[in-house]
């Protein structure tokens, strides 16, 4: 299965998220899916309500970030290393 | 009057509580995240922020043990399909594109800007103002939100755009305000409902203007008759407004006060007709928030700026103004206020007033009240977050 990394801001959001799981998918958004069948509300944090990955975050698959921020169809494999992250902006 | 004070900032949800006579801040609540409003809703108290995360997108939180505890409230979500008339951003590059065919682009919450509570007569209803330009309601105490449609799909924003392209002209255009969520789009920033009959509310829209329903929400109409816009071919024009805030005496509720880019308006017969009562000659004229007296119709208090072209303090000295005879005249108060090298601009939901008291924050993170109707000043804080709203709770 894919390994997903995620950027410790959202184990604020969801505490019991682990720095890193194994999530069932062959593509991101089936990952995201899953996700937020394990962590229920998870996906509205990454993709707005039109399934578009949000503006300042951005996902790596491979060390790439994906291409299709509209739905997440880009493809993963077993053992790709997903990374979930958020821009680093504010002030 | 209140005793607590609840403030949304650029750094999380600030509470003061007066106790023992003085003022004193809680520690912040939602630390490091950013919130666009926050409330209390005055039937059974409890406190709403509206998160403003950058990230991770809009969501809201509330707080059923004053301020002790915060819950996730549902999502405000746009429904499948919805959609929104693509605008052109004010910049010479774009205006190039100016005549070429309407586009499309589908909507997702950006920003819930503010909301507006019913009154006793509908438990359980809040109303709230979002870019890109949706008024959402929800009638189970937020637990569910629903996109007002009939706004949504109203004749002045292209029609139903659900069932197809736009059948009419679209009059509402974007706000500067929602420049900072990547599109140029309306916002509905002020739902003043009336307390005489939730059924009948105002939304305040920029760029757009006012906009009344007397059912509930079934149907909405226009109501800028008298607004006169300084900055269209046509200042007479029915849309194309940009009201900063509108506010109702509570008292008299026919009673509405609106500070807009073109001046400060009032009207007396429900925004039947507006009349503008500007007055330059004391600086009143441009600004922000504008805050109601809750018992005397003819009371308001606005925070003038410099100006449209130079949205700064004038002279660098901060003052608040206040009517008391429905803006034949203004008197101005500095008592306690900075009067030199004061750079602070005051956002929309920034000024509040509750009986005697009158309170307002900054962009550069003060505080100050007035606990004399405005005459005079004390800073609760200098050295907190920018603030985007201050209410009484």
Redesign the interface.
């Not at chain 2, 950058?54 to 997108?57: D, N």
């Given at each position: 299965m894919p390994l997903v990394t995620f950027t410790r801001h959202l184990q604020r959001f969801f505490p019991t998220l682990k720095e890193t799981e194994e999530v069932a998918g062959t593509t991101v958004r089936e990952l995201l899916d899953e996700l937020d069948r394990r962590y229920p509300g998870f996906a509205a944090y990454v993709v707005d309500e039109t399934g578009r990955l949000r503006r300042h975050v951005n996902v790596f698959v491979r060390e790439e970030p994906i291409c299709d921020r509209e739905s997440l169809a880009d493809r993963v494999a077993p053992g790709d290393k997903v990374h979930v992250l958020q821009a680093l902006s504010g002030g | 009057m209140s005793d607590c004070l609840l403030l949304a900032t650029k750094k999380g949800t600030l509470i003061f509580d007066k106790t023992g006579g003085r003022w004193k801040a809680r520690p912040i609540t939602h630390a490091g995240m950013a919130v666009s409003y926050a409330a209390s809703d005055p039937r059974e108290g409890t406190l709403w922020a509206c998160m403003d995360n950058?990230?991770?997108?809009p969501?809201l939180m509330r707080s059923r043990d004053a301020g002790a505890t915060w819950e996730?409230a549902s999502?405000i979500?746009?429904p499948?399909g919805a959609r929104y008339i693509e605008q052109l951003i004010p910049d010479p590059k774009a205006m190039e594109e100016a005549g070429r065919p309407v586009t499309y682009k589908?909507?997702?919450?950006m920003k819930v800007w503010v909301l507006g509570f019913a009154g006793n007569d509908q438990p359980g209803v809040i109303h709230a103002g979002t870019l890109p330009g949706g008024l959402f309601t929800t009638h189970d105490g937020g637990e569910s939100w629903e996109l007002n449609l009939p706004l949504w799909n109203h004749e002045s924003r292209g029609g139903d755009l659900f069932a197809g392209d736009a059948t009419s002209k679209n009059e509402w255009g974007g706000t500067p305000a929602a420049m900072a969520y990547?599109d140029f789009v309306p916002g509905i920033h002020s739902v003043v409902v009336d307390p005489r009959d939730s059924n009948h509310l105002y939304a305040a829209v920029s760029c757009a203007g006012v906009v009344e329903t007397r059912d509930g929400g079934k149907t909405w109409a226009a109501c800028n008759r008298g607004m006169l816009n300084d900055y269209l071919p046509d200042p007479e024009a029915p849309w194309g407004h940009d009201p900063h805030f509108v506010a109702l005496c509570p008292a008299r509720p026919d009673r509405l006060w609106q500070q807009n880019h073109s001046g400060v308006f009032t009207s007396e017969d429900g925004a039947g007709r507006w009349k503008r009562v500007s007055q330059p000659d004391v600086a009143v004229h441009f600004g922000f928030p504008i805050a109601a007296d809750d018992q005397d119709e003819k009371t308001a208090w606005v925070v003038p700026l410099r100006s449209d072209q130079e949205r700064m303090t004038l002279g660098g000295g901060l003052f608040v103004a206040r009517t008391s005879d429905g803006g034949l005249s203004w008197q101005t108060f500095r008592e306690g206020l900075p009067q030199e090298h004061c750079y602070d601009v005051i956002y929309r939901h920034a000024l509040d007033a509750r009986g005697d008291r009158v309170c307002f924050g900054t962009t550069t993170g003060n505080l100050y009240m007035s606990e004399d109707r405005g005459e005079s000043w004390r800073c609760l804080g200098n050295h907190l977050p920018p603030i985007h709203s201050v209410r009484f709770a």
């Open positions: - | 950058a990230h991770w997108g969501a996730d999502r979500i746009y499948k589908p909507a997702a919450l990547g």
